[in-house]
């Protein structure tokens, strides 16, 4: 247990406490922040790379993973399935910097993943645990189903939670067998020695994880697999496919973005750099638009523009941000970023198209609404209900908790603004865009705020307390 108080200029300090099991966090309020940051890498990214590093045909090199609970969890049960990741991290002279999530350590650590094919894999001899990682479990589903051994995956209870249904069904049209637990992990995926078939998929929710199960079980598929949702989810997977020899098309027809591949016999190794992941840049984003007198700089973002969406509602909110240094990282397109609202924010509404481009960002969103003068309406987002926890009621009442005038909707919230916030006790709920989202609300409070279970940012950013507290 540590009680010690780290004492910061502008008044800011944050302190933790707690035990190995749950950690909570005090936030105080602070008058400005400056400085810039590199947020920790993509998490979809680097599991992407991950899963397809390990049946690519030879070896590749993912250089600044993301280490964290959920890319941890996917790094090993890929090496379960036989796969050799080494994972390398530069000699680090100063002791104090030898922690993973030092920005030190993730600069300089890469993965030489030694992909064994795309008919190489082990059958593993226990459970693939994918932790709380619902990435990890739906695409590896997709790419377990035409391995020709049985596995099972599983997770936390968080994850179990988690609806699998949505990949389960369209893999066992295409012939996989899977059993799921009444829609839930654990999914028991029996091996095949005949081949998937390909099909042609419109699917009923628009989701980036299960448009990828499809296109991973694809690489196994006779003929042509098509993937067409209703709105355009993040699209690495077909970004990195396609760099990796897959014949990928794209189109837009009958109001729905399509997907095809075509069948390939082996995948090319890759070497990549991962950007900064958009989502977690997302809260310094917020936090530079909400506390006065800031400019925040973030390097390295990840721009891939079906992630974007925050950006675009920021701006039509008033906030001003530059974007340079526009560059490619392999098939990605990254920036470095300025970010002030000098003039303050107003409402919006968000629908459609941005919200699915802002699907994970819509909690920081529900942050900047709170201080932006009208009302600020999201909508099409059922989907908040089923991520780490319910966010439209759950996160909802939290920020409540703090003052904030917002209630949920069918599908989606509303916020009334602008609302001076105050420090209160608010509880994470496990869900680390909730407990990163309080902390950000909790800078503009006129007292300080407790988050229960603070800890739960491991999920996707380990030194997210550490980060917020390096630009007070
Ligand atoms: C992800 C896709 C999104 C997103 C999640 C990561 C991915 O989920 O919310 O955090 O890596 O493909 P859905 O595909 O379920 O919308």
Known sequence: MSHEPWVKPHGAWLMAHGSSLKMDQLINPISQLKGQLRAPSDRSITVRATLLGG??????????????????????????????????????????????????SIFNSKFIIHGRGLHGLQAPTERLFCGSSGATMRLLSGLISGQAFNSVLDGTAQLRKRPMRRITEPLRLMGAEIDDAAGCAPLEIGGRLTPL??????????????????????????????????????DHTERMLAAMGVPMEAWQADGRYWAKMRFTPSLKPFELTVPADFSSAAFFMVAAA???????????????????????????????????????????????LDICAPHGLKGIEVHGELTARSIDELPILAVAATQAHGTTLVRNAEELRVKESNRLEGFVAELHKLGANIEPTADGFVVHGPTPLHGAVVDGLGDHRVAMSLAVAALVANSPTTILGADCVSKTYPGFYDDLAGLC
């Open 197 to 234: 078939q390909g099909m042609v998929y419109p699917t009923p929710v628009a989701s980036a994880q299960v448009k990828s199960a499809i296109l991973l079980a694809g690489l196994y598929a006779e003929g042509e697999t098509v993937v067409g949702e209703t709105a355009k989810t993040r």
């Open 55 to 104: 049946i690519a045909d030879g070896i590749s090199v993912v250089r600044m993973p993301l280490r964290c609970d959920d890319t941890d969890a996917c790094l090993d049960c890929m090496r379960r399935l036989g796969v050799e990741i080494e994972n390398l991290e530069l000699k680090i002279e100063n002791e104090e910097l030898s922690d993973t999530n030092s920005p030190f």
């Open 290 to 336: 909400i506390v006065p007198n800031t400019t925040l700089t973030l390097l390295d973002v990840g721009m891939n523009p079906t992630r974007t969406g925050l950006l675009d509602a920021l701006r039509l909110m008033g906030a001003q941000i530059a974007i340079r240094n526009e560059r490619m990282e392999g098939a990605e397109p990254v920036a470095d």
